[in-house]
């Protein structure tokens, strides 16, 4: 049976993501996909999906806030956009989203069912129930407002949904995956992230078995006026709360996701941080001429996709500090620095071309990122580098050469504002 995997604080954020910055978030997640489905299959892109660190870094990597709630909707966006019209292709369709469109969820289920040949009724009825388990059978304080469904030619799903709860300014995302889900009442999330609230409701707790069939009983044996009397009989003065059971499984990984916008050294792990920026100046003219040879890609491009191989290739313990995946393309909001389009135009180029090649059966340029993901992880045991802040000041320092821009506009040179541009 699946299990919960962790849990993350995230902090509210509105706003939209800029047109510029979504188009390539679009492309990028998309190219990602592909990779991480040639390499290992469909089945292990739902695995990462359902992990709430690998998500988060993922969302980090395209250039979003990296420790906002908005990473969920936006990446569940850009797949939407980027992965559907390849579908036939890849056998991998994403529906849903945000306020109304997850209410459109199941029609786009049972046309795909019609399409593929699933049967979109049960994947509907799926959807709806993953929905109201973390709506009514676990009240944390936190109002679902987005629901992706992201499913497979073969019936396998993943579901990434999240709520919020407006007074505390936090959000909570659920993640749920089919392989091994047994029940969707008993103990079924993949993961929650979420800042605890206190005392919930969760029904789906193993715990809460005879719970749930005790109220299942009770509307068959009694009517709602006597229901009503004996619950005002039962309030008491004074709750006296039982020594909580130990838990059923081990203690897991808490990923807080901290309130300042800021990328600060606490927030990486910073030997794997110089490991990615080692492999790039040492190693990438040397030993990757095969990225190379792409034009225009140069130590700051093959740095970039040293994290983005990561992404493809790193095992779980490997996305403990989402932050450090911000520092491959900046953030739209300057944080940790403005997104630097020429970069990032050149990392989907170098992606393309790989996926592209790997189709026709000429796997060079993936297996040389690959090698540089190896590298990194090599060189991460024994390098050492610059602060965090000195890299920071770096980036922003050479923002303005290489296409630097966030949600204040353009970056001009050293000590001057944001130019405002055209879209």
Not at 277 to 305: Q, Y
């Amino acid at each position: 049976m699946t299990q919960r995997s962790g849990s993350a604080d995230l902090p509210l954020h509105g706003g939209r993501v800029p047109k510029w910055l979504g188009d390539r978030m679009t492309k990028l997640g998309a190219v990602l996909c592909e990779a991480i489905i040639h390499h290992y299959g469909r089945d292990e892109l739902l695995r990462r999906l359902a992990h709430p660190f690998w998500f988060q870094s993922f969302g980090a990597v395209m250039g979003m806030d990296w420790h906002s709630s908005g990473i969920t909707t936006s990446v569940i966006g850009a797949l939407k956009r980027g992965l559907n019209p390849m579908s036939s292709e890849l056998g991998i369709h994403v529906c849903g989203g945000r306020g109304a469109h997850s209410r459109k969820t199941p029609g786009e289920l049972l046309a795909i069912g019609d399409r593929v040949g699933l049967d979109g009724a049960a994947l509907a009825t799926a959807s709806r129930l993953v929905a109201k388990v973390d709506s009514a059978a676990v009240q944390d304080g936190y109002d679902l407002y987005l629901h992706g469904f992201i499913v497979t030619d073969d019936g396998r799903w993943v579901v990434v949904q999240q709520g919020m709860n407006g007074d505390a300014r936090q959000a909570r995302r659920y993640h749920w995956l089919s392989e091994g889900l047994t029940s969707f009442v008993d103990q079924p999330h993949a993961a929650i992230e979420g800042e605890r609230q206190g005392e919930i409701v969760n029904l789906t707790d193993h715990r809460a078995e005879k719970a749930r069939g005790g109220q299942v009983a009770l509307l068959k044996t009694m009517s709602p006026e006597k229901i009503l009397a004996e619950l005002a009989v039962l309030e008491p003065p004074e709750i006296v709360r039982a020594e909580p059971e130990p838990a059923a499984q081990p203690l897991l990984p808490n990923l807080v996701m901290p309130a300042h916008h800021d990328v600060r050294e606490s927030d990486i792990v910073m030997r794997r941080l110089h490991g990615n920026i080692a492999s790039a100046i040492e190693s990438g003219p040397k030993d990757f001429p095969e990225l190379l040879l792409v034009p225009g890609v140069g130590p700051r491009t093959v740095r970039a996709l040293a994290m983005v191989s990561e992404v493809v290739h790193g095992a779980p313990y490997r996305f403990s500090d989402p932050a450090r995946f911000s520092l491959a393309h900046g953030g739209k909001d300057r944080h940790p620095f403005p997104v630097p389009l020429k970069v990032y135009d050149e990392t989907i180029a170098v992606l393309k071309s790989a996926v592209g090649k790997a189709r026709l059966g000429r796997d060079e340029e993936l297996q040389a990122l690959k090698r540089l993901d190896g590298e990194s992880r090599r060189m991460e045991r024994y390098v050492t580098g610059p602060s965090l802040k000195e890299i920071v000041a770096g980036e922003m320092d050479q923002s303005h050469l290489v296409g630097g821009r966030s949600v204040f506009g353009w970056e001009g040179k050293p000590d001057s504002e944001p130019l405002k541009k055209g879209a």
